[in-house]
């Protein structure tokens, strides 16, 4: 992979892959300025150890003894995207999760941070004040966004041009160990959000050493990553690297993997299938659990399937479809952007098999498009409400809880907490934070500035009357964009922050709702905009029937079930969960299979089966 590795003793080995090169010189500029040759190999790699050199030191690689650049694989940009490279010492931090051998992903939680919004401080280190919360909450791991080094202070992450740095205005490689031991102490499991598809603009310098590039694909980003013509494999040695690098120097516990569908690779041992071998050999080295999830626009169950059997092998996807058919009935204006959606079957479809475009020609994409996941577990699947993605790609940054109503927040909740998925909640969803998540970068190139100013005003056009977008570059963008904590103990806030808390314990100790058996679950729908999901243990020993009403009007549904009397779990309409104190519409307590229940507009209710025998 290239970099810098301190061995101690004041030795460090440096490496860079450059195989076009004719010369590599190793410039160190601080704590005394001194250059040195480098020595070539077969395989493209220039490499020399050097003496006299401590953690902290400062260096460039200069390519044909031309100019200095900064290292590609760089553990440290303490100066920026343009500055020079820092030596560290991995080894020099002192773990305290020796015990921590990581969490199963069908038990997960998953809450995605962005780090320099989640908190005012912006640090790795901030975020572990808010720990205790999270566990509150029900929270077992958190998925953080990109942290690779990008340019400035602020950005989504996407733009990172130093996939081996820690950002360095988030408090670089130590401040993220310290968040990761710190979590790992409070059975937290830690998972990364990484770019592999592409390299952001400014500070990208990859050309300046190989062809990491190729013009034989094309990304929304431009040439695609060189993963299958000439000298392909240093750069697929550099990116199945860094996986291994994030677990074993930042105990790092899974992966998120951005837009798997535009890494191209016509190898005959793929990519993903390199960097699963690699994994698997040090899963097995450690006897640390490891998660990698993808993000995929390909509706393709190949890519949760084994290598084995010609799949990707990921642990598992995020599941969009699930996400747009549950908004689209929460929202009716989310139909002017998923208008493939918006029918309740498509939900109950959801439920049941997963991707809801699996095969049918769908007018979005002009194209049948997808393949059935029928046959998939649930837990081979991550669902959401709201992600980065879909607040920040809105005109105005709007979360879904500045979308829907109150009612609506619950149901969503519901809907996504109670179903046979691993559930994700984007930070702040759980109390309902009303702050909008822009889209913020901080560079310094003008001429990019304005093309993203641009691109931004292009990528909007369709939504001409929802106004301007804001300014990417402005401080206040950004500044606007930061969670505000103090909200959870506000009424209606806090009345939400409960209601997750209780979903999520009933998730959680409820064996019906903990079977990731798609294919054992029952649908009903009652009326145009209810759908009632029928689920049982994996032992059919427990039975729960959750139905959701999302009309603006009372439907009734006939209950059916396994169970001849079934007892009330949970109720949005009673008074706990409602901020008018008039509005308290309560439901039966026992209702027996076959009696009508009333659901009352924009609400959920859960029933349990129980045995009549115990009733009084």
């Given at each position: 992979?290239?970099?810098?590795?301190?061995?101690?003793?004041?030795?460090?080995?440096?490496?860079?892959?450059?195989?076009?090169?004719?010369?590599?010189?190793?410039?160190?500029?601080?704590?005394?300025?001194?250059?040195?040759?480098?020595?070539?190999?077969?395989?493209?790699?220039?490499?020399?150890?050097?003496?006299?050199?401590?953690?902290?030191?400062?260096?460039?690689?200069?390519?044909?003894?031309?100019?200095?650049?900064?290292?590609?694989?760089?553990?440290?940009?303490?100066?920026?995207?343009?500055?020079?490279?820092?030596?560290?010492?991995?080894?020099?931090?002192?773990?305290?999760?020796?015990?921590?051998?990581?969490?199963?992903?069908?038990?997960?939680?998953?809450?995605?941070?962005?780090?320099?919004?989640?908190?005012?401080?912006?640090?790795?280190?901030?975020?572990?004040?808010?720990?205790?919360?999270?566990?509150?909450?029900?929270?077992?791991?958190?998925?953080?966004?990109?942290?690779?080094?990008?340019?400035?202070?602020?950005?989504?992450?996407?733009?990172?041009?130093?996939?081996?740095?820690?950002?360095?205005?988030?408090?670089?490689?130590?401040?993220?160990?310290?968040?990761?031991?710190?979590?790992?102490?409070?059975?937290?499991?830690?998972?990364?959000?990484?770019?592999?598809?592409?390299?952001?603009?400014?500070?990208?310098?990859?050309?300046?050493?190989?062809?990491?590039?190729?013009?034989?694909?094309?990304?929304?980003?431009?040439?695609?990553?060189?993963?299958?013509?000439?000298?392909?494999?240093?750069?697929?040695?550099?990116?199945?690297?860094?996986?291994?690098?994030?677990?074993?120097?930042?105990?790092?516990?899974?992966?998120?993997?951005?837009?798997?569908?535009?890494?191209?690779?016509?190898?005959?041992?793929?990519?993903?299938?390199?960097?699963?071998?690699?994994?698997?050999?040090?899963?097995?080295?450690?006897?640390?659990?490891?998660?990698?999830?993808?993000?995929?626009?390909?509706?393709?169950?190949?890519?949760?399937?084994?290598?084995?059997?010609?799949?990707?092998?990921?642990?598992?996807?995020?599941?969009?479809?699930?996400?747009?058919?549950?908004?689209?009935?929460?929202?009716?204006?989310?139909?002017?952007?998923?208008?493939?959606?918006?029918?309740?079957?498509?939900?109950?479809?959801?439920?049941?098999?997963?991707?809801?475009?699996?095969?049918?020609?769908?007018?979005?994409?002009?194209?049948?498009?997808?393949?059935?996941?029928?046959?998939?577990?649930?837990?081979?699947?991550?669902?959401?409400?709201?992600?980065?993605?879909?607040?920040?790609?809105?005109?105005?940054?709007?979360?879904?809880?500045?979308?829907?109503?109150?009612?609506?927040?619950?149901?969503?909740?519901?809907?996504?907490?109670?179903?046979?998925?691993?559930?994700?909640?984007?930070?702040?969803?759980?109390?309902?934070?009303?702050?909008?998540?822009?889209?913020?970068?901080?560079?310094?190139?003008?001429?990019?500035?304005?093309?993203?100013?641009?691109?931004?005003?292009?990528?909007?056009?369709?939504?001409?009357?929802?106004?301007?977008?804001?300014?990417?570059?402005?401080?206040?963008?950004?500044?606007?964009?930061?969670?505000?904590?103090?909200?959870?103990?506000?009424?209606?806030?806090?009345?939400?922050?409960?209601?997750?808390?209780?979903?999520?314990?009933?998730?959680?100790?409820?064996?019906?709702?903990?079977?990731?058996?798609?294919?054992?679950?029952?649908?009903?729908?009652?009326?145009?905009?209810?759908?009632?999901?029928?689920?049982?243990?994996?032992?059919?020993?427990?039975?729960?029937?959750?139905?959701?009403?999302?009309?603006?009007?009372?439907?009734?549904?006939?209950?059916?079930g396994n169970g001849e009397i079934y007892r009330k779990m949970l109720d949005s309409k009673e008074r706990e969960w409602t901020i008018n104190d008039n509005e308290e519409a309560r439901l039966r307590e026992i209702v027996k299979s076959g009696s009508i229940l009333p659901l009352p507009p924009c609400s959920v209710a859960v029933y349990a089966v129980v045995d009549d025998r115990a009733i009084t």
């Open positions: 992979m290239g970099g810098s590795a301190y061995l101690g003793n004041g030795r460090c080995v440096f490496s860079v892959w450059a195989p076009e090169k004719k010369s590599m010189q190793l410039h160190i500029v601080s704590p005394e300025d001194r250059v040195v040759s480098m020595i070539a190999s077969d395989e493209g790699y220039f490499t020399i150890e050097v003496e006299g050199v401590l953690p902290g030191a400062r260096y460039f690689f200069k390519p044909n003894d031309d100019r200095d650049v900064p290292d590609p694989a760089s553990h440290s940009q303490p100066d920026g995207v343009h500055g020079a490279s820092e030596v560290l010492d991995h080894q020099a931090f002192l773990w305290s999760d020796q015990h921590w051998k990581g969490l199963a992903f069908e038990n997960l939680i998953l809450y995605e941070i962005h780090v320099g919004t989640f908190t005012r401080e912006g640090t790795f280190e901030a975020i572990i004040s808010r720990l205790d919360d999270l566990i509150d909450l029900g929270v077992n791991a958190i998925e953080i966004m990109p942290v690779a080094q990008f340019p400035g202070k602020r950005n989504w992450g996407y733009d990172g041009v130093f996939p081996y740095a820690a950002q360095n205005s988030y408090g670089g490689a130590d401040g993220l160990k310290k968040l990761v031991d710190a979590c790992h102490r409070k059975e937290i499991a830690v998972l990364l959000d990484v770019v592999y598809n592409h390299i952001g603009p400014e500070g990208n310098y990859f050309n300046e050493f190989g062809p990491y590039f190729t013009k034989k694909y094309n990304t929304p980003w431009g040439d695609a990553i060189n993963l299958d013509t000439e000298w392909a494999d240093g750069v697929r040695d550099f990116f199945s690297d860094n996986a291994v690098y994030w677990i074993e120097n930042f105990h790092i516990d899974g992966l998120r993997l951005d837009a798997i569908h535009t890494v191209f690779d016509s190898s005959a041992i793929h990519f993903w299938e390199l960097l699963q071998e690699k994994i698997t050999t040090l899963q097995k080295k450690t006897g640390r659990i490891f998660h990698m999830i993808a993000e995929s626009d390909l509706n393709s169950p190949r890519v949760v399937q084994p290598i084995s059997k010609n799949g990707f092998g990921f642990t598992a996807q995020w599941l969009d479809d699930f996400h747009h058919a549950l908004y689209v009935l929460l929202d009716p204006n989310g139909k002017s952007r998923y208008f493939d959606f918006g029918k309740v079957e498509q939900l109950a479809k959801a439920y049941v098999e997963g991707f809801v475009h699996s095969g049918e020609y769908v007018h979005f994409r002009k194209r049948k498009y997808g393949a059935s996941s029928a046959g998939i577990p649930g837990n081979k699947f991550v669902v959401f409400n709201v992600n980065h993605d879909q607040a920040g790609n809105r005109v105005n940054g709007e979360r879904l809880s500045m979308l829907v109503d109150f009612e609506r927040l619950k149901l969503a909740a519901a809907g996504m907490l109670l179903a046979p998925y691993i559930p994700m909640l984007f930070m702040g969803e759980e109390y309902g934070d009303d702050t909008p998540f822009f889209y913020f970068v901080d560079h310094s190139d003008r001429r990019l500035i304005e093309a993203v100013r641009k691109g931004r005003r292009e990528e909007f056009a369709a939504f001409k009357n929802e106004g301007n977008p804001r300014d990417p570059q402005d401080e206040q963008t950004f500044l606007d964009s930061i969670l505000r904590w103090n909200k959870r103990t506000e009424r209606k806030h806090a009345i939400l922050l409960r209601w997750h808390k209780t979903l999520i314990a009933l998730r959680q100790t409820t064996p019906a709702l903990q079977n990731f058996d798609k294919q054992s679950i029952r649908t009903q729908i009652a009326g145009d905009k209810t759908l009632v999901i029928q689920r049982v243990a994996s032992d059919s020993r427990d039975e729960v029937v959750i139905a959701l009403n999302f009309s603006e009007q009372t439907e009734h549904y006939t209950v059916c």
